[in-house]
C-alpha cells in the first residue's frame, strides 16, 4: 500500500478523493500498488464524508509521518502552501499540486528542492484543468524548439465569454454561474482580470525556454472591459474574442509575453473553444503547429490531471527520474515587432490591447 495525503478539500481535494475511490483498480494496476489517502489536511472537519476519518488539522502529523510518501497539495493561494510543499519535499516526500500561482511564483526554488532530495515536484493539474499540457511539454514536444504557445487558459473567462455571445448574459450573470458550477477561484478577480492565465502562462513558457518570468513582468489584462458590443462587433468581423496567454521568442532572442482578449479569426481552431473548455496551440519548429484540448476547470477533470501525477510518481517510487530544472528571467517584452504583429494578425487574430 502507498500512503498519500492530500492537503485541501475543497472542488479539486473531494474530487481527487473520489476518482482514486472510482477508479481504485486501474490506479492500483498502474501504481504497481493501492494508493491510500491516508491523510487529509483541512482547516474544517467533514462529518458526512466517507472520508471525514481521515481529516487532521496538523501539518506536522503528515510531514512527520515516514508512510507518507506523496503529498498533494491542493489548498490555493501561496502560504502556507509552498512553505508545506517545501517542507514536504525536505522530507523526502514527492509533491503533486494544483496550485498554479505556487508554481508560478516559486517553481524554480521547489523543482532545485525535490532534485537536492531525490523526489518530483509534479504539476500537470496547474494550467488547462484535465488536459495532459505539462506532460507534453516536457516529454512529447522534446524533438522541437517551441516557437510560440498561445493558450485559452482560463475556464472561467471562457465560460463567461461564451455565455455572453451564445446567450447575450450579462458579465455579472455569467460569472456567478461559473462559480456555481465550482470554475472560479475563491477570489475571481484572479480569473477576470487574467492574473490566473498569466500564471499559467508563465508556466509553459518555462518548460518551453527554461527560463521562468515573474508573473508581475508580463503585460496582462483580462475581460472587464469587454462588452456584449464588442462580442457582436467582432463575431460580424469573422472573429471571435476570447482571452490568450501567449509567448514567443522574437527575432533578437526576447521573450515576448502577454495576457489579453484576443479578437481570434474563425479559422484559427481556438475561435472554437467555447465553455469551460481549455485549448493550448503549440508551434514546434518541427512539428508546426499543435492543438490540446479539454476541460479546463472543474473537480473531476482537474483531479484526472492530479491522480496521473500521483500514479507516475508511485511508480517511481525510490527512483524518481530527474526533472527539468528553471533559472529565473526578465529578458521578456510586451511589444511584439511589426513583423511579428502582421503574421499574428494572419494566423490567430487581432490583440485588442
Ligand atoms: N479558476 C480557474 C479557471 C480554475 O477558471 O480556469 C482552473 O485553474
Not at 498502474?30 to 483541512?42: C, F, Q, T
Not at 484535465?130 to 482560463?154: D, F, K, Q, V, Y
Not at 482580470?193 to 527554461?210: N, Q, V, Y
Not at 533559472?327 to 494566423?347: I, L, Q
Request: hydrophobic share 40%.
Amino acid at each position: 500500500m502507498i500512503n498519500i495525503a492530500l492537503l485541501g478539500f475543497g472542488t479539486i481535494g473531494s474530487g481527487t478523493a473520489e476518482v482514486l475511490k472510482v477508479n481504485a483498480e486501474a490506479c492500483k494496476a498502474k501504481a504497481g500498488d493501492e494508493i491510500n489517502v491516508k491523510y487529509i489536511l483541512d482547516l474544517r472537519d467533514f462529518p458526512d464524508s466517507e472520508f471525514g476519518d481521515r481529516v487532521v488539522h496538523d501539518y506536522d502529523v503528515i510531514v512527520n509521518d515516514p508512510e507518507v510518501k506523496v503529498v498533494v497539495e491542493m489548498m490555493g493561494g501561496s502560504h502556507p502552501a509552498y512553505e508545506f510543499s517545501v517542507a514536504a519535499l525536505k522530507a523526502g516526500k514527492s509533491v503533486v499540486t494544483s496550485n498554479k500561482e505556487v508554481v508560478a511564483n516559486f517553481g524554480c526554488e521547489l523543482l532545485a528542492l525535490a532534485k537536492e532530495n531525490n523526489v518530483r515536484y509534479l504539476f500537470e493539474a496547474s494550467v488547462g484543468g484535465g488536459i495532459p499540457i505539462i506532460r507534453a511539454m516536457t516529454e512529447s514536444l522534446a524533438g522541437n524548439e517551441i516557437c510560440e504557445i498561445n493558450g485559452i487558459l482560463n475556464g472561467t473567462t471562457n465560460y463567461i465569454l461564451t455565455q455572453m455571445k451564445t446567450y447575450g448574459k450579462t458579465m455579472a450573470e455569467a460569472l456567478k454561474e461559473a462559480q456555481e458550477k465550482g470554475y472560479a477561484e475563491a477570489n475571481p478577480d484572479a480569473d477576470i482580470l487574467g492574473i490566473d492565465a498569466c500564471r499559467k502562462i508563465c508556466i509553459l513558457s518555462a518548460l518551453a525556454f527554461g527560463e521562468l518570468v515573474a508573473s508581475d513582468l508580463v503585460m496582462t489584462k483580462g475581460i472587464t472591459e469587454i462588452t456584449t458590443e464588442d462580442v457582436e462587433k467582432a463575431e460580424a468581423n469573422g472573429q471571435a474574442i476570447k482571452l490568450v496567454a501567449r509567448a514567443a521568442k522574437t527575432p533578437e532572442g526576447k521573450l515576448y509575453m502577454a495576457v489579453s482578449p484576443v479578437a481570434v479569426n474563425n479559422d484559427n481552431p481556438l475561435s472554437t473553444v467555447n465553455d469551460v473548455f481549455n485549448a493550448v496551440l503549440v508551434r514546434g519548429n518541427t512539428l508546426g503547429d499543435v492543438m490540446f484540448y479539454g476541460a479546463g476547470a472543474g473537480s473531476l477533470p482537474t483531479a484526472s490531471a492530479v491522480v496521473a501525477d500521483i500514479i507516475d510518481i508511485c511508480r517511481c517510487l525510490g527512483n524518481q527520474p530527474e526533472q527539468q530544472q528553471w533559472t529565473k528571467s526578465e529578458n521578456v517584452t510586451s511589444e511584439m515587432t511589426a513583423e511579428m504583429a502582421a503574421d499574428y494578425a494572419k494566423r490567430v487574430g487581432t490583440p485588442l490591447c
